[in-house]
């Protein structure tokens, strides 16, 4: 397993970048001039966008297992996971975006009838941004760069594409997939690297918006030089997502609940920017969910060994950290009972899944986002004083999990509680909702996507008025000279 991107990739020249972003640009204004010599303008554009996002699809279609096989060579991921949660959702997904836009891209009349406006015609319609700039983490390689590419594309932008260093092997077969699939010369680019090559892309100031995913560290650098060309952006970041499992939650449900919120936490290696990174259990039933822990684990991961099919840590520096902040908490920890690990697991980037009770707000698992297969397990008395402490520790996170029967209980929740997102009763899948807006809050990101979302986010609203000449008498109170007589009126 080798993950060195600049091993693997061919990385972009930086010297080149500045031509790749005019040839952007160029390819946006010079399809919009084509575009204006058509009779039906729209029409037309919906039948490119289209035919776009069907190259799109075709190409991840038939080239789905060399993705799988590329994720795998990158951070072993299984196949399923690959499969459920990347190529099956990214496909779903274009398709959803080629069915609905005929009804996205129409233009919406809007009525008034104040005296200016009655006798005109306001429609809000829906304009292209221009070019973009996508800028992908390594975590789901492929769905998190091609779904905002789906959503570019429907909104009639250019875009200029750059994955992830740490998953060269996907990086490459994305690269090629989308050179091979037909686009027009210039409509996606795809510019490879790291910190270099993506400082370029940000400081040539040329984009009409950037759509990052990453680390908020990085978001907050994406941010900062967006702005000094006042280049809108989203940004999709991460942070520590908490998991109620409160006072009144039946204990018949307690091994159900488990298996959800290990799926999140344990999912990808715990590398989900949606995992549970901890969970808080009402004293009441704390006991039962600890006993709980361990079968439910074992029930999971019956052998822990080289052959494991669980996900490995991105690289050597991300597995040092993981085992770092584990051998750091001051908790009990319950691991698989059947690990047989023979060969080093640094060489491996192998943590094999964790769970950490006994526990304080203190702990250094509670300080950031863990992003790696660990579990702190905290227990609680009081919900207000909870919240307080989520509030005061770590405010708006990516999304918060609720395992609760009682509906004032998540209320209570809900109402403090600000978050990107929510979900009662399960944990991650609402990622996989086609029409929901995903994105996060505060120090979790602003902006968000999601089938009709991802297409608002890539296009820009637009009022257009048109009045008509033969009313000009009912706008006369505008038109000087504002007489004495006029005042009375
Ligand atoms: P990262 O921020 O390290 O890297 C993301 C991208 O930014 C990469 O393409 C990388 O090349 C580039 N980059 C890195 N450092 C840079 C710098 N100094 N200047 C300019 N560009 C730079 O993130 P990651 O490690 O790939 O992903 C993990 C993080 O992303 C976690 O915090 C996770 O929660 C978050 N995440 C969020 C979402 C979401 O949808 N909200 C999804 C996945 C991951």
């Known amino acids: 397993m080798s993950n060195d991107g600049s091993k693997i990739l061919n990385y972009t020249p930086v010297s080149k970048i500045d031509e790749i972003v005019e040839i952007s640009r160029n390819f946006f204004f010079e399809k919009q001039l084509k575009l204006s010599h058509e009779n039906n303008p729209r029409k037309k554009d919906l039948e490119f966008r289209q035919l776009q996002l069907k190259k799109l699809y075709y190409a991840v279609k038939d080239h789905e297992e060399e993705l799988i096989d590329a994720m795998y060579k990158d951070f072993h991921r299984n196949k399923i996971e690959s499969v459920l949660n990347e190529t099956t959702k990214l496909m779903n997904d274009i398709l959803h975006l080629i069915e609905i836009l005929p009804k996205l891209i129409k233009p919406r009349r809007v009525s008034d009838s104040s005296p200016p406006f009655m006798f005109g015609k306001t429609i809000v319609e829906k304009i292209s941004r221009g070019s973009v700039l996508i800028i992908a983490p390594f975590n789901f390689p492929l769905l998190l760069a091609f779904a905002p590419l789906a959503a570019a594309l429907a909104a009639g932008n250019t875009i200029v594409l750059k994955p992830s260093e740490l998953t060269p092997h996907t990086a490459v077969v994305m690269e090629n997939l989308l050179t091979t699939a037909g686009f027009p010369d210039g409509l996606i680019q795809v510019v490879q690297g790291a910190i270099d090559e993506t400082t370029r892309l940000l400081d040539c100031g ?284």
């Open 206 to 489: 040329k984009f009409d918006l950037i759509f990052y995913t990453g680390s908020p560290r990085v978001g907050s650098i994406v941010a900062e030089k967006a702005a000094k060309s006042l280049t809108p952006c989203v940004l999709e970041l991460g942070g520590k997502s908490p998991t109620f499992i409160t006072e009144n939650f039946k204990a018949s449900n307690i091994k159900i609940a488990l298996k959800r919120i290990f799926f999140g936490a344990f999912g990808n290696s715990g590398q989900i920017c949606v995992s549970p990174d901890y969970l808080l259990v009402h004293k009441s039933i704390y006991p039962k969910v600890i006993k709980e822990c361990e079968s439910v684990l074992n029930e999971f991961y019956p052998s822990f060994d080289e052959q494991t099919d669980f996900t490995r840590m991105i690289h050597e520096p991300a597995y040092k950290k993981a085992v770092a902040s584990i051998n750091s908490t001051n908790g009990s920890k319950i691991v698989p009972s059947k690990i047989s690990i023979n060969s080093d697991t640094e060489d491996l980037c192998l943590v094999p899944p964790t769970i950490v009770y006994n526990i304080g707000w203190d702990d250094p698992l509670m300080k950031q986002e863990n992003f790696a297969p660990v579990l702190p397990i905290i227990e609680y008395e009081d919900l207000d004083e909870t919240i307080n402490k989520i509030i005061e520790e770590h405010d708006t996170p990516l999304v918060q999990y609720i395992f609760s029967d009682s509906q004032t209980e998540i209320n209570r929740i809900l109402t403090r509680l600000r978050s990107g997102d929510c979900v009662v009763g399960d944990t991650v899948i609402h990622v996989g909702i086609t029409d929901a807006p995903f994105g996060g809050i505060g120090t979790s990101g602003y902006g968000n996507y999601g089938g009709y979302y991802g297409f608002n986010t890539f296009s820009h609203e637009r009022t257009i008025f048109k009045q008509p000449y033969w009313n000009d008498f009912t706008l006369f109170m505008r038109y000087p000279p504002n007489s004495a007589q006029k005042e009375k009126l």
